[in-house]
């Protein structure tokens, strides 16, 4: 019989387009004689919708236009499943599994799948402990640091008035700085700080999107990710390498590369990209992830590794790192799904 899994979409996040076009992938790529699939999409109002329309609606973010039954996730465990609001009455439908395809806050933070776990619905991807602490880059460095791997000398504020407390401690991380969100994606609110006099409106802009801000020190060198799969047995995909002519990997640069290429299989010895395949098992084992993830470091000149961050939920267009990394070790983009799908139903039981 075929398994019954809601794919998530949409959300109440800065990153709302960004999964349209995830999951719009995802849902194109599943393999309908195996799975039936059902599309939920969430409006950035958090409203959840059963959409039963036509797929290429979902990217250009014209799914609400129709099709669209109102729905909700059951919290009894006896139901399992969604609660559709039909103008003929309520109906239940029960899950297999859930597939968030969910970027940013509510959705790779471990929220969604808290409220997942509640209803007994099998989550794909990482759980709630590991989508929290992955989105928390403070505790994130922290764990990294415990499993071996370097990470960036920084400081927190937890007030925006911290700063001027800690002026001392934070010229000593020196220029260039990175001022970020404690947990924010897609390099939302990030600023990179070339003068001391962008400090001060940067941490402000960081703090308008949380409560806790983190400055960096820049790390020299450049940036490479390694796609990581599994939950007992863990497969990583080939190193990738970001190459920036200027500023940073910021959100206009992941989606558009105007100034940046990314190169798969990043431009490095093989025994480098393995000690990196290393590096990112090991955080990925720390920071209790399962299913899939996508960790991304640092590679200096000297060749040291230092950490930079886990995405629970990269990108998942046929075009995105994680896919492409994947591709780099013989898996397209059908097979990949299916693979995360068949790991995530053989933990479930």
Not at 9 to 36: K, M, N, P, W
Not at 76 to 91: D, K, M, T, W
Not at 220 to 247: H, K, N, Q, W, Y
Request: with cysteine; hydrophobic share 40%.
């Amino acid at each position: 019989m075929k398994k019954t899994i809601a794919v998530l979409f949409g959300g109440c996040s800065t990153e709302y387009s960004v999964s349209l076009q995830s999951a719009h992938a995802v849902l194109s790529a599943i393999d309908q004689s195996r799975y039936q699939v059902l599309p939920v999409g969430i409006t950035r109002a958090g409203d959840w919708f059963l959409y039963e329309g036509p797929l290429d609606r979902i990217p250009e973010d014209q799914w609400q236009a129709s099709d669209c039954v109102p729905a909700a996730l059951s919290p009894s465990r006896s139901i399992h499943g969604l609660l559709v609001f039909r103008p003929a009455g309520l109906e239940t439908l029960p899950l297999d599994g859930a597939f968030p395809v969910l970027h940013g806050k509510n959705g790779e933070d471990g929220t969604v799948q808290g409220l997942l776990e509640l209803a007994g619905v099998p989550v794909v991807g990482c759980g709630v402990l590991s989508s929290a602490l992955c989105m928390d880059k403070v505790r994130a460095h922290q764990l990294a640091e415990a499993a071996g791997v370097k990470v960036p000398p920084c400081v927190v504020l937890d007030r925006p008035e911290e700063l001027e407390e800690r002026r001392e401690e934070v010229k000593r991380l020196g220029l260039p700085l990175f001022i970020k969100p404690v947990r924010s994606g897609s390099s939302y609110g990030i600023t990179k700080a070339s003068v001391w006099s962008q400090v001060p409106e940067a941490v402000a802009e960081a703090f308008r999107h949380d409560n806790r801000v983190i400055l960096e020190a820049a790390v020299p060198g450049f940036e490479v990710g390694c796609a990581v799969m599994g939950t007992r047995r863990l497969t990583t995909g080939a190193v990738d390498e970001i190459e920036l002519s200027s500023g940073f990997f910021n959100f206009e640069e992941k989606y558009t590369l105007k100034t940046s290429q990314i190169h798969m299989p990043a431009r490095i010895p093989a025994e480098k990209a393995a000690e990196i395949k290393d590096a990112a098992a090991r955080v990925y084992r720390a920071l209790d992830c399962a299913g899939f993830a996508r960790v991304d470091l640092f590679l200096t000149p000297e060749g040291e590794i230092v950490f930079n961050e886990v995405n629970t939920i990269p990108g998942f267009t046929s075009h995105s790192r994680f896919p492409n990394m994947m591709k780099g070790i013989g898996l397209d983009f059908p097979t990949l799904i299916d693979r995360l799908l068949e790991d995530a139903f053989s933990s479930f039981s």
